[in-house]
């Protein structure tokens, strides 16, 4: 792939600081874009250009940044504020990036790749999902992904944007390098693994199970966990898709399609772990679907892309950032 001027929003979040990580691994030049409200600023990559901005105040970076292609991370994503704060939601994540849009059309940067999220899809007919399948999002972060999925099929459509929609699934793991980590570090922590893995370090009593009575074998939620790397290595595929597929908008899952339970993610933490980890059967957390599991057909034929990391060495790999976070 040729080299390319790259702008990541969100590049101080998780995902968006492994990705910047990666294409700068690849030769590519990133600048990110980040307002810093859930990042953190030494999370964004040595050989990064950081820009501290808001996606809805982009005009600057893009007069100066020559871009030619966007990979946008940037957004809120906490299910429940997204109940309890549902403006926020629309605001950020849809006005943010109907403003993205219409600044990449402004400057002529028509190449974008999406987080879009299993959560566009709701309470599923039928596992695996495709991508097909009905979307009937059950929260408003869900929706709200939703909703730029659909704006980016229109500006495909009018305006003539090579745009890829990336449903992720359940995103775990951590890149290491010799001399850095980069890895899931959130004020409001609210995913299983890096919470499982704060109770294997002593740091939370239990684990609190959100439901055992589930239709699944072991009455917990099964979700389909994909590695980091896994899922940088899509956004490489995708944005070389853009270069050749201009008025065309792709909507590709990422997940591994398989799934593991609640109770099969606490067992490889206590694996990879050697702790005894401690749980405490709780209260359904409300909107959580029994089982979600991607069919990554999709991904596999159109970006000839393949998921190579499993569950125990994406906690494996967890473990080793939540420590290197506390010693650091
Ligand atoms: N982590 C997952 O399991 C998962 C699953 C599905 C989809 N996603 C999506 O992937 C993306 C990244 O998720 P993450 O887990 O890395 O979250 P994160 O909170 O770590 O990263 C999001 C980043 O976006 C920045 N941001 C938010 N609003 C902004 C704005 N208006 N302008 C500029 N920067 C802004 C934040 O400061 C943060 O650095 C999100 O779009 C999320 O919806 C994540
Ligand atoms: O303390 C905890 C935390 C989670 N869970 C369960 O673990 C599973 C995974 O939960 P979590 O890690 O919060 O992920 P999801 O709710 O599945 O949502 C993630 O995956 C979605 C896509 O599937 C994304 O859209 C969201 O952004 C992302 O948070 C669910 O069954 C939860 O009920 C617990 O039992 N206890």
């Known amino acids: 792939m040729k080299a390319m001027r790259v702008l990541v929003t969100g590049g101080a979040g998780y995902v968006g600081s492994v990705i910047s990580a990666q294409l700068l691994a690849g030769g590519h030049q990133v600048t990110v874009l980040d307002n810093l409200s859930t990042g953190h600023a030494d999370a964004v990559p040595a050989g990064a250009e950081f820009v501290e901005a808001s996606i809805t105040e982009a005009g600057n970076a893009f007069a100066a940044g020559g871009f030619e292609t966007v990979v946008h991370c940037a957004a809120k994503s906490l299910v429940a504020e997204s109940v309890a704060q549902p403006q926020l939601y629309w605001d950020n994540n849809v006005g943010g990036s109907l403003a993205l849009l219409e600044t990449m059309r402004e400057h002529d940067v028509r ?5 879009s999220t299993a959560a566009t899809y709701g309470e599923p007919q039928s596992v695996p999902i495709v991508e097909d399948a009905p979307t009937a999002p059950t929260n408003p972060y869900g929706a709200s992904k939703l909703a730029v999925d ?8 009018a305006h003539g944007f090579a745009a890829v929609s990336l449903r992720y699934f359940n995103v775990a793991g951590a890149l290491h390098t010799d001399a850095v980590s980069f890895g899931e570090r959130h004020a409001v922590e609210t995913h299983l693994i890096p ?3 704060q109770v294997a370090a002593g740091r939370r009593p239990a684990l609190n199970i ?5 239709p699944t074998p072991d009455g917990t939620c099964v979700r389909d966990y994909i590695h980091v790397l896994d899922l940088a290595d899509a956004h490489l595929r995708a944005l070389q898709w853009t270069e050749s597929h201009a008025a065309e908008h792709l909507i590709c899952n990422l997940g591994s399609g398989s799934g593991d339970s609640v109770r099969e993610v606490v067992e490889a933490v206590r694996t990879v772990t050697g702790m005894p980890t401690p749980v405490a059967e709780a209260d359904k957390r409300p909107g959580d679907p ?5 069919s990554n057909e999709r991904a596999r034929h159109v970006l000839g892309w393949s998921p190579a990391l499993d569950l125990t060495r994406m906690v494996s790999d967890a473990w080793t950032f939540a420590q290197s976070v506390r010693q650091g």
């Not at 959100?210 to 589930?214: E, Q, R």
């Open 290 to 294: 029994a089982v979600l599991i991607a």
């Open 150 to 157: 659909h704006m980016l099929t229109s500006y495909a459509n």
């Open 111 to 115: 190449r974008i790749v999406f987080s």
């Open 210 to 214: 959100f439901g055992t009575s589930y």
């Open 195 to 197: 919470i499982a893995l």
